[in-house]
């Protein structure tokens, strides 16, 4: 039985509903220095099986003209969140510059972490703007030796450097557990690992689950606390007739992961 | 929600992967099994043909091979999942009937397969305004003999009608014009890179006044063993907050000033 005022109590409860997911809880929190750059936390992967590269561009010069040369300030994190290095690059106007991240590795600091590439100043008219200018461009790997690489571009405005040099983290927190449901098939014919950042400032329980397309039952899980700053890499297991799916549960406003599906040499990555 | 592009480019196969289930927990979507389409232009209309059903919680591949039977040639095939289906005929893209999410937007696998691996992204396609343009900066060309780089430039518009325009490709430092093309709305425009012979440190810049495009840089060598596939950001991803839409604004008047379009 329809009754009047049905459809908007029905509006109104659904806005209320998709309130409680939204309110207070953004992607990322604005920084809160408007000098202040802003970079994505990218992957590293370092070993004898993988490289990773970086496009290095002078952003600044995009913007605005000027007579001195930019630079970048990239910070190097171990798989725990934590600074292992700091390196200032001078920018060529206008280029490229394809940085070996691997080259900067020390072997104690494990195979995989991650990065931020800060540039020198946020331009005048990205200011006006009332923005910070960001650093999410493109992150490409090696996998034992591969021809040539496989480029992914960052995501996230994850990190903000400030004046003093402390870096802020700008993830956002989401009050209750979401699930980021990758809409993508993992097939049997390839070895698939997914990368996960915690660009957040607090610790996180994060959940993999993997679920098979055929029955539709989590086939695998795993639990881990990620810090802020830290990345794990899971590797899914496949052998399910009809391939699976990942489910990522957590308290991450969004946990979109980094995907790498190898077979022997050959190398494929994508972001969710 | 949007469409998913059928993919195109030299000595590959270009697929679909779909998938009925929503990428969180919180945003509306319906549990229910949805019609799988495809739409792709012809002689000024939008022609959508119902191509199977997908029950919820499954995956389903469409391959270009499979649309060759309707298909033509390299014509543009727009992938669509759907509670009904679209209408059959239409001046304009036909409004789809289904979910919409946010964070993340719902996506499908864009890819690339040789006789050796694949290629791909997650990725959606959304229809540009016609008065677009394209302002690309792009550090993808890779620098060996056996390897081979296009570029690959998506566009899409409301109206099936067919237009043309150029793309021009300049080095970002010199300002000097490396080469020009013919491009088409509704249509993945393949262009061939290495013809244009930039050096490693030279960066490539794509623009164009005459529509906006998603430029997808496709590598790959000769047998195919090897490929990567990647889009450029943008202009507006190089900022975050505040008035991101006017600083690509910006962004865009500077550059195409610089090269004098």
Redesign the interface.
């Known amino acids: 039985m329809v009754f009047k005022g049905q459809f908007v109590i029905i509006k109104f409860i659904e806005r209320f509903r998709v309130l409680i997911w939204n309110w207070r809880q953004p992607l990322t929190v604005v920084p809160k220095n408007l000098n202040g750059v802003v970079s994505d936390l990218f992957i590293w992967r370092a070993s004898n099986e993988w490289e990773t590269y970086f496009e290095l561009l002078d952003v600044v010069s995009l913007f605005e003209d000027s007579q001195s040369l930019n630079f970048v300030d990239i910070k190097i994190f171990n798989k725990s969140g934590f600074e292992v290095l700091q390196k200032k690059i001078t920018l060529n106007k206008n280029s490229r510059q394809l940085i070996n991240i691997s080259n900067l590795i020390s072997e104690e600091w494990g195979n995989v972490g991650t990065f931020a590439v800060f540039h020198s100043k946020n331009p005048t008219v990205v200011k006006e703007l009332g923005s910070n200018i960001a650093e999410r461009g493109y992150v490409s790997y090696t996998h034992k030796n591969s021809l040539i690489r496989s480029y992914v571009h960052g995501n996230l405005d994850a990190v903000t450097k400030m004046d003093d040099g402390k870096i802020e983290l700008l993830g956002g927190a989401s009050f209750l557990q979401r699930k980021y449901n990758l809409q993508y098939k993992f097939s049997n014919d390839a070895v698939h690992e997914i990368a996960l950042v915690n660009p957040t400032n607090k610790q996180k329980k994060i959940t993999f689950q993997v679920v098979s397309f055929e029955k539709g039952k989590v086939v695998d899980s795993k639990l881990i606390q990620l810090k802020p700053a830290a990345c794990e890499i899971f590797k899914i297991k496949t052998g399910e007739l009809d391939g699976v799916r990942l489910i990522i549960k957590s308290r991450l406003v969004m946990a979109r992961p980094l995907i790498f599906s190898t077979k022997n040499f050959n190398l494929n990555v994508f972001h969710g | 929600m949007s469409f998913y592009p059928v993919l195109n480019a030299p000595n590959v196969k270009g697929w679909v992967?779909?998938?009925n289930?929503?990428?969180?927990?919180?945003?509306?979507y319906s549990r229910v099994a949805k019609f799988v389409n495809v739409t792709y232009p012809s002689k000024g209309f939008w022609i959508t043909k119902n191509i199977g059903k997908l029950p919820y919680?499954?995956?389903k591949?469409v391959s270009h091979q499979e649309l060759s039977e309707f298909i033509p040639g390299n014509t543009l095939a727009l992938i669509s999942l759907t509670l009904t289906i679209p209408a059959e005929v239409s001046k304009s893209l036909p409004k789809l009937n289904t979910d919409k999410t946010t964070?993340?937007n719902?996506?499908?696998?864009l890819g690339l397969s040789s006789k050796?691996?694949?290629?791909?992204?997650?990725g959606e396609l959304d229809p540009f305004p016609s008065q677009g343009t394209l302002l690309s900066?792009a550090?993808?060309l890779?620098f060996?003999n056996?390897?081979k780089n296009f570029l690959l430039l998506i566009n899409l518009e409301e109206s099936a009608e067919n237009r043309s325009g150029k793309v021009k490709v300049y080095d970002?430092?010199k300002d000097c014009l490396k080469g020009e093309f013919q491009i088409f709305n509704n249509s993945i425009n393949v262009i061939p890179l290495d013809e244009l012979s930039f050096m490693?440190?030279?960066?490539p810049l794509f623009v164009s006044k005459d529509m906006a495009s998603i430029p997808l840089?496709f590598?790959?060598?000769e047998d195919g063993?090897?490929?990567?596939?990647?889009?450029?950001?943008p202009p507006a991803?190089?900022?975050?907050?505040?008035?991101?839409w006017?600083?690509q604004k910006?962004?865009k008047n500077?550059?195409f000033s610089k090269v004098n379009l």
């Open positions: 992967g779909v998938c289930f929503s990428p969180n927990n919180w945003e509306k919680g499954k995956y591949k964070i993340p719902s996506r499908a696998t050796v691996f694949q290629t791909s992204y997650q900066f550090p993808f890779q060996d056996n390897v970002a430092n490693e440190q030279e960066l840089y590598s790959t060598t063993s090897y490929m990567s596939l990647e889009h450029t950001h991803s190089l900022v975050v907050h505040g008035k991101r006017d600083a910006f962004l500077r550059w």
